[in-house]
């Protein structure tokens, strides 16, 4: 079996001592780790990644596998062994054994750091195999994610914390169902004897030239599953459009009257420009429910489907009175390409829902006060905090699955997320669901993967400490880690701050109550978050120094509070040149030199954003040490033969594995950047990005399908 691991070694861009490696120094993490976090991913495992949304997470196996090989010191048969299995079990067993194998090396529980927490996955797997993990985010949600799921987890002496949430969930739900049932009037009035539990949404316009009434919808299918080829089908009237639903041809391609960002009168051929949602009506133009026989039907909407506005405004303004609160207020950035939905009229985020969707989410912060209440008088405040916590995310599935912004995907008829980043487009047609029902994104489901994600977190020998603050100025002493290991924002990927804020806005009323400190201002903290944003930096040119100063201040603060003799593995990836001169120039100013770089094949291809394209599927860890050796010059020509024997070597060895061309060139790129990094310059070409440009050149030939653009941040 080292035989078979060596084969295919990640190699060494540092030749270490043997007492100062570990079993990270192996280099076997591309083969187990990423098959392991490959098939958890595909396999929808019980994780606590199904309690809260949060963005871009790691799978548990490969973290867990990427911590105790960062952490251990032994480099032996054995502990290869046990790396392997820890890739592809969380077993009670098997955790108890590596956190002996810990304790054995240390003498006591090794310390180790997330910097940049996020959903809270390392800082999890590190506490599960034992050791004393500690974790930091600058975003006050993923603070609380982690606090609900590490600490308050930990607090209930005993109690069946899935039979807790089960009961109040329940609890919370039949109350929220009984309050919603006047916003709701088709749950007692049975079509076809059936109950719709869907509405498609879109936008109509009055013609300001001839008062034409049009649709803006642009999205009409209903349904491609099985070849039904069901639409919406709009038809111009004498006065105004009307709708049908009817079976067009597979390869139907949908006239609209959008022109660019104008829309055209049907009528009179009238232009309309920046037409914005407040100059607009939400129109229903369709229902959906479960079929007569099996599958969906799909119908027009019957004029009792929804109450009265009026009526709804009443009930709006009297729930908001009760819990003494007003709506979200807060403004969306106006961003075009990264947050359009402000740029049409869609300012607050409040406004991102309809009214019968906010009165949900009124509703439903209303059962979850009056259930933290009944538990604090039940149980005490820390099953409260834990069990009000939680169930704060049924909020996170109205949120996400329910709002203006839900898309309908057609074929396979179930409802899209509307906050899966990177980026959050207008949408004019979108689907509204009755989320109580048995229908798409219902809650009652979504309360089933939040007691599987409950379950699935151990009872741990050590409880995680989790810090609101900075990467850039950690609140530790120095020299205070056995280990950092950490999967920072990759440069302008994901604006975490921007998406998190649509679901804090709409938390924060139920929890500013068990967390007044954490949920005290409007929006989460968004001023230093380790991202690329022409929209804080107000240039593409100071958005990628200002990254790069900050990551490097990240960096040599891990360096101070790193052991000497610790390990520093940090997760990466990048899609752009700039994204990875960053690297280059944060680890060449700071006491790190990189001493192996390797990939982990641990992305889904079936995101949203990579279910049309052949997006590389890789991110990469940096691993680290803090020495004292002088970093030197480096020439071009020895720097691009160095790395074009790494690509006949281990990146061939990745394709023979099954590895494809575009994660295996990213591999070898990735290993020409920590070259890179830990030369204090590069002698032949005039600054770094050429020899970047050059690299991936080099990898491209080696690996057709490989590429890496030259483009500014965001």
């Known amino acids: 079996m080292i035989d078979d691991i060596n084969s295919s070694y990640s190699p060494e861009l540092l030749k270490l001592n043997d007492n100062k490696k570990r079993l990270i120094d192996n280099g076997m993490l591309h083969l187990e780790a990423s098959l392991a976090g490959n098939a958890e991913r595909y396999g929808r495992g019980n994780t606590s990644h199904t309690i809260h949304v949060w963005w871009a997470r790691r799978p548990h196996s490969a973290m867990r596998a990427l911590s105790f090989a960062s952490l251990s010191k032994d480099n032996s048969f054995n502990s290869l062994e046990l790396l392997k299995k820890l890739s592809t079990s969380s077993d009670e067993e098997l955790l108890e054994k590596s956190e002996k194998e810990l304790l054995f090396q240390y003498k006591e529980a090794p310390k180790m750091l997330d910097m940049f927490g996020g959903g809270g996955t390392i800082p999890l797997e590190g506490s599960n195999i034992g050791a004393k993990a500690y974790s930091l985010d600058s975003n006050e949600l993923s603070v609380f994610i982690q606090q609900a799921n590490l600490v308050y987890s930990q607090d209930l002496n005993g109690n069946d914390a899935e039979k807790l949430i089960d009961i109040s969930g329940k609890r919370v739900l039949n109350q929220l169902t009984k309050d919603s049932n006047i916003l709701f009037p088709l749950r007692n009035k049975k079509l076809n004897e059936k109950i719709p539990y869907g509405h498609f949404w879109t936008y109509s316009y009055n013609c300001l030239n001839c008062n034409y009434k049009f649709y803006l919808s642009k999205r009409r299918w209903l349904s491609k599953k099985n070849n039904k080829n069901l639409a919406i089908i709009i038809k111009n009237g004498e006065k105004e459009q009307y709708i049908e639903i009817g079976q067009v041809d597979k390869d139907t391609k949908f006239d609209t009257n959008w022109k660019g960002k104008s829309a055209v009168c049907p009528s009179c051929n009238e232009i309309h420009n920046n037409i914005s949602v407040k100059d607009c009506n939400d129109e229903m133009i369709a229902l959906v429910q479960p079929g007569i026989i099996k599958g969906k039907d799909y119908l027009l909407p019957t004029s009792d489907a929804l109450p009265k506005k009026a009526k709804l405004l009443e009930l709006e303004e009297q729930i908001l009175e009760e819990l003494n609160m007003d709506l979200p207020s807060s403004a969306l950035p106006r961003w075009s390409g990264i947050v359009n939905p402000a740029l049409y009229g869609i300012d607050t985020h409040s406004d991102f829902i309809n009214i019968r969707q906010r009165l949900m989410l009124l509703l439903l912060i209303k059962s979850l006060r009056s259930e933290y209440i009944h538990l604090i008088n039940e149980y005490g405040e820390n099953i409260a905090q834990f069990v009000t916590a939680n169930l704060t995310s049924l909020i996170d599935q109205l949120v996400d699955w329910n709002c203006r912004l839900s898309m309908w995907i057609s074929q396979n008829e179930q409802v899209g997320r509307a906050f899966s980043g990177p980026g959050i487009p207008m949408y004019w047609d979108y689907i509204e669901t009755d989320p109580v029902l048995n229908g798409p994104a219902n809650l009652w489901r979504k309360l089933e993967r939040i007691k599987k994600g409950i379950g699935s977190i151990n009872k741990f020998s050590h409880k995680p400490n989790v810090q609101h603050g900075y990467a850039q100025k950690l609140p530790f002493s120095d020299d205070f880690f056995d280990a950092i290991v950490t999967d920072p924002p990759y440069y302008d990927n994901i604006y975490y701050s921007i998406l998190a804020d649509f679901f804090y806005s709409w938390k924060k009323p139920i929890l500013e109550i068990i967390n007044p400190t954490l949920f005290k201002k409007e929006t989460t903290d ?37 052991k000497n003799d610790g390990v520093f593995s940090l997760v990466y990836s990048h899609s752009s040149i700039n994204g990875w001169e960053v690297i280059v120039k944060s680890y060449r100013n700071s006491p790190f030199m990189i ?11 079936q995101r949203p954003r990579a279910m049309m394209s052949a997006a590389v599927n890789t991110c990469v860890t ?80 080696h690996f057709p399908s490989f590429k890496i653009k030259i483009r500014s941040s965001l």
Not at 595 to 605: A, F, G, H
Request: glycine share 8%.
């Open 595 to 605: 001493s192996s770089v390797q990939p982990l094949s641990i992305e889904r291809k």
């Open 622 to 701: 940096f691993v680290a040490r803090k020495l004292e050796k002088e970093k030197k010059v480096k020439n071009i020509a020895h720097l691009l033969s160095r790395v074009g024997e790494i690509s006949n070597s281990f990146g061939v060895s990745l394709l023979n594995t099954g590895w494809t061309e575009e994660d295996a060139g990213l591999a070898v790129f990735a290993n020409g950047v920590g070259l890179m990094a830990n030369a204090i310059k590069i002698q032949g070409v005039e600054n770094d990005t050429e020899a970047l440009i050059q690299i991936g050149k080099l990898v491209n030939k």
């Open 526 to 562: 968004f001023s230093r978050e380790l991202v690329a944003s022409t929209n804080r930096s107000e240039t593409p040119e100071k958005a990628h120094e200002d990254y790069i100063k900050q990551f490097n201040m990240a960096i040599n603060e891990a360096g101070r509070v790193l």
